[in-house]
């Protein structure tokens, strides 16, 4: 019996009856499932039907499509993973920049030889010279400072030291409009001791990030002892010591071949540095006349270590650690130095004392001669004194009037002597006024005293041998004979035979005329090399040249010579007649003494009417 369908028991009180048009085809649920024949009624459910309604041809889909399958990434994924690039890098920027106190990357800029500004981005793509730069972090700020690449040779050449003062003055005018300031304040311009705000020290620049510097600890103590030679400085006692907060180093370098300015800016140099409570050092790696310790004693050491050589500045003069020289000496003791030391309330001789007193210092801690001639001018000193010392007939001992007279290159500042030399007469003839003077009122009673005029004498020192050998001072006593410069005349009379064959020397070198800056240059040097050359030319192509052994052997006895000629006239004179265009008859001054020389008048210049100054540029 056929089953019928009996809906009276439905659960349901309402049914979906499709309409005749409709296609009851079963929905995409149900595609998988294994399909049911009409024949089999008895395991067909028609319940799935009334459940499970079919889509209505004016709806969408119940069941999402099928997303089509891509071969390459979606744009919003690549996007996704730049993303986390950017953010991953920006990370590790910050971190690092935490981790290195806040280093940005700065804006450089230095100036060229041509003046034409360079600028670059990167700390790292410092110059590989020396030169002041404007560095602008990256929050605007403008600063400068002065790169010196830490493994640059020390001490650097003078014409770069020249150069660095120079453009130090046109990079912080620049550092100073970005900033809006058009023109320098008047204390900038006057004030020795301004303090520029927008300068940095080198110190100060690496630890902002704003020069990369050299870490290390084994880098700190190479550093200490790389090319350069401090004088009295000891490789392995450096490691021991503390570095110098702040320091002074005076480098015994110039084109000057004479020795009095050096030793005069040394002397100013040291007192500056006792005033400004800075440590000194001496460099003499490229000094013309050898070792400072073939002359001079060590200068006293100080219980630290000089700083790293790429922090040593020649400008500003704020820098904590400063170099001197003479390539910066106009910078060092200009006329910003001269309104800041100069007793500016008096007009006569008495403005100049403080300076006079700064070299006195430097005089009195510098100027000891080395173990071979100090006990000689001692004895030599002791042995004037005793010529001129009366045992009977006086009160007075007689006066012992030093002479210095500079020929050579070396002209008057006198008008009417400018392009020669002054006359040896004046220089006796003032020295005999100055016996008369004191000893015609010297006795008890204010009387004449001819013992102690008898007992007078003077004692010559001169660059020129033949000085020695004139009616003006050929009874007169040499200031000393352990070093004598010879003229070609005695070289040739000390070897009278010319008819025996020698080994072929070069032609005789004398020294007549005086000191000459080329045959200085030329000492130790054939002649035949500078061949074809005007005398300029050879002078600076010697002067360029490095210098044999024996060329600094030479040039060092010179400099002894020099060097003891004024320590006996100046300790051993009453009174010193010289010239004031000879920087040592300024010298002279300073080791007599300020009571002496100024105060009662015994350091005479005949050279016209000029006062005692310290430096002229």
Not at 56 to 81: D, E, H, K, M, Q
Not at 415 to 431: C, D, E, K
Request: hydrophobic share 35%; glycine share 6%; net charge negative.
């Amino acid at each position: 019996m056929t089953p019928t369908l009996d809906l009276s028991q439905s659960t349901h009180a309402k049914m979906i009856v499709s309409t005749p048009r409709l296609n009851l085809r079963r929905a995409a649920s149900y595609q998988h499932e294994k399909t049911t024949t009409l024949s089999s009624s008895s395991g067909f459910k028609f319940n799935r039907l009334m459940f499970s309604p079919p889509p209505s041809p004016g709806l969408p889909a119940l069941v999402p499509r099928p997303r089509r399958s891509s071969n390459g990434p979606r744009p919003s994924r690549v996007f996704r993973v730049v993303a986390w690039i950017a953010g991953l890098v920006l990370a590790s920027f910050v971190v690092r920049a935490v981790l290195k106190k806040n280093v940005q990357v700065p804006l450089v800029s230095w100036v060229l030889e041509d003046r034409e500004e360079y600028e670059m981005v990167g700390q790292y793509d410092l110059p590989d010279f020396p030169t002041p730069i404007a560095v602008t972090d990256r929050s605007g700020r403008s600063k400068w400072t002065v790169s010196i690449p830490p493994t640059y040779d020390f001490p650097l050449t003078t014409k770069e030291y020249s150069d660095i003062c120079a453009k130090c003055q046109e990079v912080a005018a620049h550092v100073r409009e970005l900033h809006g300031y058009s023109t320098p304040s008047q204390q900038a311009q006057t004030d020795y001791y301004y303090e520029d705000p927008y300068f940095l020290d080198v110190g100060d620049a690496e630890k902002r990030g704003l020069l990369p510097g050299v870490e290390g600890k084994a880098w700190k103590v190479t550093a200490r002892v790389q090319d350069g030679h401090f004088v009295g400085e000891k490789a392995d006692g450096l490691v021991d010591k503390s570095t110098c907060k702040t320091s002074l180093t005076f480098v015994l370098e110039s084109a000057d071949a004479g020795l009095g300015p050096t030793l005069m800016m040394l002397w100013m140099a040291y007192g500056l540095a006792q005033r400004e409570k800075r440590p000194f050092f001496i460099d003499d790696s490229r000094w013309a006349y050898g070792d400072y310790t073939a002359l001079f004693k060590a200068p006293p050491t100080p219980d630290c270590a000089p700083p790293p050589r790429h922090e040593m500045l020649p400008c500003p003069h704020n820098a904590r650690h400063l170099v001197v020289s003479a390539a910066t000496a106009p910078q060092t003791f200009g006329n910003s130095f001269n309104l800041e030391y100069e007793n500016l309330r008096r007009n006569n001789v008495d403005r100049e004392r403080p300076l006079f007193n700064l070299a006195r210092v430097g005089y009195e801690s510098l100027f000891r001669l080395n173990d071979d001639d100090q006990p000689y001018v001692e004895n030599r000193v002791k042995e004037l004194r005793a010529m001129a010392k009366v045992t009977e007939g006086s009160h007075n001992n007689g006066m012992v009037v030093g002479i210095h007279i500079r020929h050579g290159d070396l002209h008057p500042y006198e008008y009417q002597y400018n392009g020669a030399y002054i006359p040896l007469n004046l220089y006796s003839q003032r020295a005999r006024e100055i016996v008369e003077e004191y000893h015609n009122s010297s006795t008890t009673l204010g009387g004449e005293d001819p013992v102690a005029k008898q007992h007078s004498f003077a004692v010559v020192a001169s660059d020129d041998p033949d000085v020695y050998e004139t009616d003006e001072f050929s009874g007169s006593a040499r200031a000393q004979e352990q070093i004598k410069l010879a003229s070609k005349q005695h070289i040739q009379q000390a070897n009278p035979d010319r008819t025996v064959m020698h080994k072929f020397v070069d032609e005789t070198f004398g020294w007549e005329g005086g000191f000459f800056a080329s045959m200085f240059w030329s000492l130790g040097r054939s002649t035949v090399s500078n061949a074809g050359k005007d005398e300029r030319q050879a002078a600076l192509a010697n002067a360029d040249a490095k210098p044999s052994a024996e060329t600094v052997r030479l040039r060092s006895l010179i400099g002894r010579a020099y060097a003891m000629d004024l320590a006996v006239l100046g300790r051993a004179s009453d009174a010193v007649v010289c010239t004031m265009s000879a920087m040592g008859c300024r010298l002279l001054a300073v080791i007599m003494g300020w009571e002496k020389a100024m105060e009662d008048g015994r350091w005479v210049n005949i050279d016209g009417d000029y006062e005692w100054t310290a430096l002229s540029f």
